[in-house]
């Protein structure tokens, strides 16, 4: 099945750094969502995002819908040791109804 | 407030054999959505049931079946099993099958299948 390009694969930063990540698709989407999960546990979901060019924060995440409706990047700031998991990028394709299509991943490490 | 919850946690069946998964909604919710998640990949989306109807398919054979009951909890069925069906099985429930609907995951289940 179809699923979105997340990257980076993989991040192994130090405490206090910013990360960034995307996430691109092929297709128009028009709810995009990033959820986090850890080990042994369901996705959770951290941020939402309903229409093209919104920016919108949780705490020190912030994450952006591209204006073109086809990206998302999810900014974490200041990371520390509990920022550790697998962060997923997922939007619902125009006309998919309440699927949701998600990407690959992008695991992160931080260092102490 | 119940989260959403899953049954068994964790199972191991071989080959050819049937196996059906458990899933309880957040309470209030009328719509259940379950997803395979494969080793290191993210969620596929297998269906989603809305007041005990089929409202999406995604593309899984037909041998991966559901039932949604009056109460809202969730069954997804796997016939004749294939060694690609391990995985993580991932339900999530949300309000109603609107577009916008935050979808709640539950831990998953987790199937090895020898």
């Known amino acids: 099945g179809q699923q979105l390009n997340q990257s980076p694969q993989s991040m192994f930063i130090q405490e206090g750094e910013d990360v960034s990540m995307n996430c691109t698709s092929s297709?128009?989407?028009?709810?995009w969502l990033w959820y986090k999960q850890d080990p042994g546990e369901g996705p959770v979901l951290l941020i939402a995002l309903y229409k093209a060019g919104e920016l919108t924060s949780n705490g020190r995440l912030t994450a952006q819908f591209g204006i073109t409706r086809k990206d998302s990047f999810l900014n974490i700031s200041a990371s520390i040791p509990s920022d550790v998991g697998i962060y997923f990028c997922a939007g619902r394709p125009t006309g998919g109804g309440n699927k949701l299509t998600f990407g690959t991943g992008t695991q992160l490490k931080v260092e102490l | 407030e119940t989260g959403v919850t899953q049954s068994p946690t964790h199972l191991i069946k071989t080959r050819g054999q049937q196996v059906t998964l458990r899933c309880s909604s957040q309470s209030g919710h009328n719509t259940v959505s379950w997803y395979q998640q494969a080793l290191g990949q993210g969620p596929q989306f297998i269906f989603q049931y809305y007041r005990e109807e089929e409202n999406g398919r995604g593309n899984f054979p037909p041998r991966f079946s559901g039932l949604q009951f009056p109460n809202y909890s969730s069954e997804l069925n796997v016939n004749a099993l294939e060694l690609d069906d391990s995985a993580l099985y991932l339900c999530?429930?949300?309000?109603?099958?609107?577009?916008?609907?935050?979808?709640?995951f539950g831990p998953g289940t987790r199937l090895l299948v020898l």
């Open positions: 999530a429930s949300s309000l109603d099958g609107g577009t916008q609907e935050t979808q709640y």
């Open positions: 297709s128009i989407f028009n709810t």
